[in-house]
């Protein structure tokens, strides 16, 4: 019945989006220790008509959603949820510019992955581990020039690993789908695609791990080196 | 190879060193040689833990994943223990692939797949071919023919080998086919002038490292020496917009490879490892004679060396005519298959040469590749390569630089990237992208780089994990991991040089390269 809604929704904002021209949309998303986040979603707009407007988020379970750039009075914000990710109704009342930034903040309850256990699974993942995963998908009809999507990790957490990151490089594109980077002095990862057309994809999922390493690879080493020195003198030993 | 104890007279020498199918490939570890070596042993092994718990536990910036800087550990400490050799090398690849595994760099899958990978069966079914050469006595013929021909002196008997795979190599793309293919003449030759792995000489060094360089430098003599070459030719069209043909890359390839093998030829036994006097001729009491008479008596061609003949010509008619497979029965047959093919031959009952008992398989060399291929693909996988390779382009800060600097550092780093990684492929995959993104970026047609750099990606001759012929030569136990280093570097720097000075003149006659001092925008 939600999908119905929100195709039913996408479908009467259709014939107001036609012209519309998203230029650019960059998310940013900055994660709390405990999973909860605070994000922003910025988009470079072109031939805006007032009317109504669909803006896919990529995340689920969004909330305190508000404008953060000045729109004209009268612009609303709605929000409904389908297929995993949010997708924000935006009315453009008369009067919007036709080129336009529209910036808007929202906050994500959790943004790590939550899997459940049945009773005897065992967990994939070892002990301190968290899954953080984005995917958006293009639901409405116009496309979407450059995709940037920048997660910022928690303090003390750091990417062990990339899981996923789509959609797969083109031939022509040789910088990575997904790059570990340090955003505004803190680890971070950056999703980036130069084109998403209506019914594309971009998602990435990352392995995020406690930055400091536990110290038992140290020791073992450090055993290991003073036994060898020991036990192998011989191999050192002048012969004769 | 070990063979068994030392005889009295020149023919009961010459034949003990003849009967190769009563050797093995050993896998036995090569002794220390001198005190330093004894040193190195010893300080390798903390050494290459050192090593790890620096990687590991360093803080590196944010573009590095946890996975990546666990695997770059692991791979350095490898990496150590491979060169300073505290205990045999198949050993260190499998501690390398059980760290990959605890460190959580890689999953158990991906680590044991690598010994099904297309590579390590070709080695193990040129390994079948080879024991086919071996056994029925076609390899000692070969041979016996060579030295007569060519081997009144060492330096003529080495300049042998080079032709022999300045030929083979635009014919079968395969390096490890053509290695064990050639890999009983060297032993055969290389015992005539005395060196084995008991008593390794310096005509041995010179022999294997030799025909080393003659089987990797050669492939870049023409776009399809290798396909990693030809995945080359497919990144400069597709990311830099044009389309190299055959005689492009030879024009600039061949005359590059052939300068510097033969370069190799001369530098190799007059300064690297210097042949004394007494190496410069067969070892034999009787000289010549002894192996004439021995050639002789082995009398006109036998059935089952006749049989190995004509395998071997159809295996060889399958590597060398790949390109029409497709047309001519509706698949490709890779090398590999080839190989199978062949071996299915070989061992065939009664219409074969061979018993499965009879192949002479190194498992322990295909253990070391295997290692090396884990490591090499989980630095790849982890990104781990590539950040590093980007972190060193960042840091030489290129752009303003004159044409001529930048294609310096490029082709250096395209040279000796070789070092730090086990895969032609993977290594263009990641570097010549970043060249042509980098070359755009400073204003430079990316031919004018790309193009030389990819002239650099068969030249994996630095260490016996560079590549398929360094693993399956290290194995004859004739040299030792630093005298591959020495040898390997050299070549690279030469390679070096030749490409820079040819950047100056005639890559830029041809219209390559722009002027050598010119400045970009």
């Known amino acids: 019945m939600r999908r119905l809604v929100v195709a039913l929704v996408l479908l009467a904002t259709a014939s107001g989006a036609r012209a519309l021209e998203i230029r650019s949309c960059h998310v940013r998303l900055d994660v709390a220790e405990g999973g909860s986040a605070r994000g922003t979603v910025s988009l470079h707009l072109a031939a805006v008509e007032p009317g109504r407007i669909a803006i896919p988020l990529g995340f689920a379970d969004v909330q305190g959603l508000r404008l953060a750039s000045a729109m004209p009075a009268g612009t609303t914000l709605t929000s409904v949820s389908g297929n995993g990710q949010t997708i924000v109704l935006v009315d453009l009342p008369q009067g919007v510019a036709p080129e336009t930034t529209l910036s808007l903040a929202f906050e994500v309850r959790q943004a790590f992955v939550v899997t459940k256990l049945a009773a005897g699974e065992k967990s994939t993942l070892p002990e301190g581990s968290r899954l953080l995963r984005h995917a958006l998908v293009n639901s409405q009809p116009a496309t979407i020039g450059s995709y940037r999507a920048e997660v910022l990790f928690p303090d003390g957490m750091r990417a062990h690993a990339i899981r996923e990151a789509l959609p797969k490089l083109g031939k022509k594109e040789s910088e990575p789908r997904v790059r570990l980077t340090a955003i505004e002095g803190r680890n971070g990862a950056r999703l980036q695609v130069a084109r998403l057309l209506q019914g594309d994809s971009a998602s990435m999922q990352l392995e995020l791990v406690p930055r400091k390493r536990s110290p038992g690879w140290l020791i073992a080493g450090l055993i290991l080196s003073v036994l060898y020195l020991v036990h192998f003198r011989d191999l050192i030993a002048k012969k004769g | ?521």
């Open chain 2, 1 to 521: 190879m070990t063979a068994t104890t030392a005889l009295p007279t020149s023919d009961d020498r010459l034949q003990q060193l003849l009967d190769m199918e009563k050797m093995t490939l050993s896998s036995a570890g090569r002794a220390a040689q001198g005190r330093a070596e004894q040193w190195m042993r010893y300080l390798g092994f903390p050494g290459g833990i050192a090593v790890f718990l620096f990687f590991y536990y360093f803080s590196f910036d944010g573009g590095l994943s946890g996975a990546a800087q666990a695997g770059l550990a692991c791979f350095l400490l490898a990496l150590v223990w491979w060169i300073t050799e505290p205990f045999p090398t198949y050993v260190t690849s499998l501690v390398l692939m059980f760290l990959l595994l605890v460190t959580r760099t890689a999953g158990s899958k991906a680590i044991m797949d690598v010994l099904g990978m297309e590579v390590i069966w070709l080695n193990l079914l040129a390994f079948i071919l080879s024991s086919m050469l071996v056994k029925t006595r076609l390899a000692k013929r070969m041979a016996l023919t060579l030295v007569l021909r060519f081997g009144h002196k060492a330096g003529w008997a080495l300049l042998a080998f080079l032709i022999i795979q300045m030929v083979l190599a635009p014919l079968i793309p395969a390096t490890a086919a053509r290695c064990v293919m050639t890999l009983p003449l060297m032993l055969v030759v290389a015992a005539i002038y005395g060196s084995t792995e008991e008593s390794p000489n310096a005509f041995g060094r010179n022999l294997m490292l030799l025909n080393l360089v003659g089987i990797s430098v050669l492939s870049s003599m023409t776009m399809t020496g290798s396909s990693a070459n030809l995945i080359a030719v497919g990144l400069i069209q597709s990311m830099g917009g044009h389309r190299i043909y055959y005689m492009d890359w030879a024009r600039l390839g061949a005359p590059i490879a052939i300068l510097t093998t033969l370069a190799m030829w001369f530098l190799g036994r007059k300064w690297i490892f210097p042949i004394s006097a007494e190496e410069q001729i067969p070892r034999l009491p009787g000289g010549l004679d002894v192996v004439r008479r021995k050639r002789e008596e082995m009398g006109p061609f036998t059935l089952g060396e006749k049989k190995a003949v004509v395998i071997f010509a159809l295996v060889l008619l399958l590597w060398m005519t790949d390109v029409f497979h497709l047309r001519w029965f509706g698949v490709e047959i890779s090398a590999p298959f080839a190989a199978l093919l062949g071996a299915v031959i070989v061992l065939f009952p009664r219409w074969g040469v061979l018993q499965w008992s009879e192949a002479d398989i190194p498992w322990h060399l295909l253990i070391f590749s295997a290692g090396a291929y884990a490591g090499g693909l989980a630095l790849d996988d982890t990104g781990a390569a590539e950040w590093a390779v980007r972190k060193l382009f960042d840091r030489l800060a290129l752009d303003q630089l004159p044409f001529g600097i930048v294609f310096t550092l490029i082709v250096a780093v395209m040279m000796y990237s070789h070092l730090l990684t086990t895969s032609k492929t993977v290594r263009t995959m990641i570097l010549i992208p970043i060249i042509i993104t980098l070359s755009k970026a400073l204003g430079w047609d990316p031919v004018s780089l790309a193009l030389p750099a990819a002239l650099c990606i068969d030249w994996v001759v630095g260490l016996p994990i560079s590549g398929k012929p360094n693993v399956i030569l290290f194995s004859t136990n004739q040299y030792s991991v630093v005298d591959n280093l020495k040898y390997g570097l050299i070549t690279c720097t030469i390679g070096v040089v030749l490409l820079v000075i040819s950047a100056a003149t005639w890559f830029h006659w041809l219209g390559i390269t722009p002027s050598f001092w010119a400045v970009a925008r």
